[in-house]
């Protein structure tokens, strides 16, 4: 199966990429409590590379259950990725936090800073890069116009999101800091980030359905 088609479903719409190919467009929904259990075993699936490029080191499985378990989410946004047969293959956390003076970029109240993971199965369709701009939208229609990723530098994936959002990069010790000044809110952004998420629970209520339809199938053949 070509990865492409892990998102392929009745509402799909396509875009074009730099080299003027087509790919999925990738909808991206705000999770809850209830996608708590499913986001820690996306974690569990991320191999030791992939854990210490997200996390900054190799947590062992008790940790990543810990910092699952930790996500507040009346306080932080997470947007996660859904794929056809309804497996969260990637999550964009959004932890926001009050200004202290590290902080110099910015005179509003909050900050926020983004982190990012997805499956293998997942790359090179841009998931990463939908989940940050989800995110971008997301401050800026709640007062918050600096965006902060942190990352080690040698996480090509994560430079590449933020040399493509035009974020400035600091380097120090193998580690980088990038941030991203955003434009306040306006009509049309408070519209976009609206339809991307009934876009996105549309597509989701379909394969939750799907999903489903085919496991009450798969008893009623069985009983047979």
């Known amino acids: 199966m070509n990865s492409s088609d892990l998102f392929q479903n009745p509402l799909r719409r396509w875009g074009r990429d730099k080299d003027g190919k087509r790919r999925p467009t990738v909808p991206v929904k705000e999770l809850r409590e ?16 992939d854990r210490l490029l997200r996390f900054g080191s190799v947590l062992p499985d008790e940790q990543v259950e810990a910092y699952v ?3 507040d ?3 932080d946004m997470v947007f996660g990725v859904y794929n056809r047969v309804f497996r969260l293959v990637a999550v964009g ?11 110099s970029a910015t005179e509003k109240e909050r900050v926020a800073e983004f982190g990012v993971s997805v499956n293998k199965s997942a790359r090179g369709l841009g998931v990463g890069s939908r989940l940050f701009e989800r995110a971008a939208i997301h401050c800026r229609n709640n007062d918050v116009d600096t965006l902060y990723m942190h990352c080690l ?4 994936t994560m430079m590449h ?5 035009g974020m400035e990069i600091h380097r120090d010790y193998g580690e980088a800091d990038a941030y991203l000044k955003l434009l306040p809110a306006d ?17 989701y209520t379909l394969k939750a359905n799907k999903r489903i339809a085919s496991k009450w199938l798969g008893r009623l053949f069985r009983r047979k």
């Open 69 to 71: 378990k930790r996500i």
């Open 73 to 75: 989410f009346s306080r």
């Open 161 to 165: 999101i933020a040399k493509k959002a």
């Open 93 to 103: 956390h959004l932890a926001f936090a009050p200004r202290d003076e590290k902080n």
């Open 187 to 203: 009509p049309a952004s408070m519209l976009q980030e609206a339809l991307h998420e009934q876009f996105a629970v549309l597509d």
């Open 34 to 49: 209830r996608d708590r259990r499913r986001m820690l075993r996306h974690f569990m699936e991320l191999e030791d590379s």
């Open 153 to 156: 530098s040698s996480n090509k």
